[in-house]
């Protein structure tokens, strides 16, 4: 039996776990669900708060977008109707 | 090193012509300036607000109709505490870029008594109109507008009625009133 023979019946070789290992999974199992149910509802609501913040910023932006035009087409018109006037004037 | 920059910095201006049909180089006057304002919009911004616009309120109805088809506006706006604050250099500078086949002049109004100035420009390509420059000077105002775009100058021309300017028939029965340009600070 050379060298990589023995390496592998040591490495492949049978090993009894920890006499509470039972346990352990049972008591893992048990409780398992439970903590999957939070994270998810911890991602969840990550999800909704990230979501509705980003749609709020939106909708901001907007508003903000809106009254840039709204004041944009405010002065257009003040100083198109100013020289409409003073034309009107002029030719009457 | 000075070639980069010196790129970096047509390229900005490239980008700024792209957008802007002329450029305003009005900054120097915010300094001096009691009130300014300084809109830029391009054209998703513009088509981003047109959202949020309410057909069932006249002024945002009639907005909405005129931005259609509009690629951008920018307008520039001083008001100045005191005469002299702003020179015929700043507006003779935008002037000159408007010397130019693509633009005419529709109207220029020019008042000696009130010491007012009010000039618009039209840009006409392959006989459309592409773009609409609005000059307006008065003592202590300033105001360059630059809506860029297929402008329907018709709506352009019936925006008085709206946004609490009284229509122009109105003004015949008013006498010589004061000028809706003094108007516009009450507005705001």
């Known amino acids: ?92 | 090193m000075n070639l980069l920059r010196g790129l970096a910095v047509a390229g900005c201006c490239a980008a700024l012509l792209c957008a802007q049909q002329f450029t305003f180089n009005l900054d120097h006057l915010a300094a001096k300036a009691s009130d300014s304002v300084d809109i830029s919009l391009n054209g998703p911004t513009l088509q981003f607000a047109a959202k949020f616009l309410d057909s069932k309120d006249p002024d945002q109805a009639k907005v909405k109709q005129l931005i259609a088809g509009l690629e951008g506006i920018y307008v520039k706006s001083f008001e100045f505490k005191s005469k002299g604050d702003w020179s015929d250099a700043d507006l003779e500078n935008i002037r000159k870029q408007l010397r130019t086949p693509e633009w005419s002049r529709i109207v220029g109004v020019h008042s000696a008594e009130d010491g007012e100035t009010a000039e618009i420009y039209v840009r006409n390509q392959a006989g459309k109109v592409t773009g609409v420059a609005i000059l307006a000077a008065e003592p202590t105002e300033l105001t360059v507008v630059n809506i860029v775009g297929a402008v329907d100058l018709d709506s352009l021309a019936t925006l008085g009625g709206h946004f609490g300017i009284p229509e122009l028939s109105d003004q015949k029965d008013a006498g010589k009133q004061k000028g809706p340009g003094k108007q516009k600070g009450s507005g705001k």
């Open chain 1, 1 to 92: 039996m050379d060298w990589l023979d023995q390496e592998l019946k040591l490495a492949l070789e049978r090993k009894e776990p920890s006499p509470d290992f039972a346990a352990r999974v049972i008591r893992r199992a048990a409780r398992g669900p439970a903590h999957h149910v939070q994270r998810w509802l911890a991602a969840a609501a990550a999800v909704v708060v990230m979501t509705s913040a980003g749609l709020s910023y939106r909708h901001h932006q907007g508003e903000v977008a809106k009254d840039q035009v709204m004041l944009a087409f405010k002065i257009t018109a003040v100083k198109v109707n100013h020289i409409q006037t003073h034309v009107k004037g002029a030719v009457r």
